[in-house]
C-alpha cells in the first residue's frame, strides 16, 4: 500500500510542469507526483479516442499510487480525455477520487478579465478543434465572444530549446497576425497551452499594446486552493510532507535536461513504462 496520498499531476509531455511551479507556490505543503507521458508526446494532434486512452492509463496508475486527486495539467487530455473519465469511467477505477482538468477553472474567469469581451485563445489543433473552450466560456460569460488560433509548431520550438531564438519570431508574429486578423479588438489573449508561457515574453513583444496576455498556472493553482477549501473530504486525504516525485515514460536523462526549462529548477525523474 502506498505510504504517502499525493496529489498527481498529468500532462503529455513537459508543459504541465509550469502549472505544478504554481501550484507549488500556493500550496507547497502537500505531496506531488508528476508524469509525463513523453514517450507518446505530442497529444495535440491525436484523436479523442486515441487521447483519451492514453490518458485514463495515466488516471488509473496515478490511483494505484494513492493519489485522491489527479490534476490533468494539459489542455489537450482536458478538452479530449477528462470528461468521459469523469462521467464513465471514474466510478468504476474509484468514485471517491477525483480528477479534476485546467479548462474549466480558466474559463470560470476569463471573460472578466476582458474589457471588450472579446477573447483570442491560442492552443494546440486539439484543443482548438475540441471546441471546448468555446463552450465553456459560453457557461460562465455568455457575452463574450471567442476566437482560437491553433499554433501547431510552438510546441516543438519550445521543447527543442529554439523558443527564445530569432528563428522563433516568424511562428509567433505568423499567429498572432492571423488571430487579430480574425478581430483587431480582442483585448486578451488566452495561452490554451501549457508549454505556451515560455514563450509570454516574445508574445508580448509582437503585440499590440492594450492587450492582455493570460497564462493559466496560476489560474489552476488558485483554483486548486478553492477547491481543496471547498472539498475537505478530499483535501484530508491528501499527505503533507512536502515531497515531489517526477516520472516520465520516456528517457530520464532527457526529461530531466528539458525539464528545467519549465520547472525553473533542476529535478530527477523515474522511468514508467505504461502499457
Excluded at 483585448?187 to 492582455?212: E, M, R, S, W
Excluded at 471547498?230 to 517526477?246: D, K, L
Aim: net charge negative; glycine share 6%.
Amino acid at each position: 500500500m502506498p505510504t504517502t496520498q499525493p496529489i498527481g499531476i498529468f500532462d503529455s509531455g513537459y508543459g504541465g510542469l509550469t502549472v505544478m511551479k504554481e501550484i507549488l507556490r500556493k500550496l507547497p505543503q502537500y505531496d506531488y507526483v508528476y508524469l509525463g507521458d513523453n514517450a507518446r508526446a505530442p497529444y495535440g494532434n491525436r484523436s479523442f479516442e486515441t487521447v483519451y486512452r492514453y490518458t485514463l492509463q495515466c488516471v488509473e496508475w496515478f490511483f494505484e499510487q494513492g493519489c485522491p486527486l489527479v490534476i490533468l495539467a494539459c489542455n489537450t487530455a482536458s478538452a479530449k480525455a477528462l470528461r468521459t473519465i469523469q462521467q464513465n469511467d471514474l466510478q468504476r477505477l474509484n468514485p471517491d477520487n477525483r480528477v479534476l482538468g485546467v479548462i474549466r477553472p480558466t474559463s470560470e474567469i476569463i471573460g472578466k478579465i476582458s474589457t471588450n469581451k472579446k477573447i483570442g485563445i491560442l492552443a494546440t489543433k486539439g484543443t482548438v478543434n475540441s471546441a471546448s473552450y468555446s463552450i465553456e466560456i459560453e457557461k460562465f460569460s455568455p457575452e463574450v465572444e471567442v476566437f482560437q488560433e491553433a499554433c501547431p509548431i510552438w510546441v516543438p520550438l519550445i521543447e527543442n530549446n529554439e523558443h527564445n531564438g530569432p528563428g522563433a519570431d516568424f511562428f509567433v508574429q505568423k499567429h498572432l497576425h492571423n488571430i487579430l486578423a480574425k478581430e483587431p479588438a480582442i483585448d486578451v489573449l488566452l495561452l490554451a497551452c501549457t508549454h505556451y508561457p515560455l514563450l509570454l515574453d516574445k508574445i508580448k513583444t509582437f503585440l499590440p499594446d492594450g492587450i492582455q496576455v493570460v497564462a493559466q498556472g496560476g489560474i489552476v493553482a488558485e483554483s486548486l486552493v478553492d477547491y481543496l477549501q471547498r472539498h475537505p473530504e478530499i483535501e484530508q486525504r491528501c499527505s503533507q510532507h512536502g515531497t515531489r516525485t517526477f516520472y516520465t515514460t520516456d528517457d530520464v536523462k532527457d526529461f530531466d535536461n528539458q525539464a528545467n526549462i519549465f520547472f525553473g529548477e533542476p529535478l530527477e525523474s523515474k522511468h514508467l513504462d505504461i502499457r
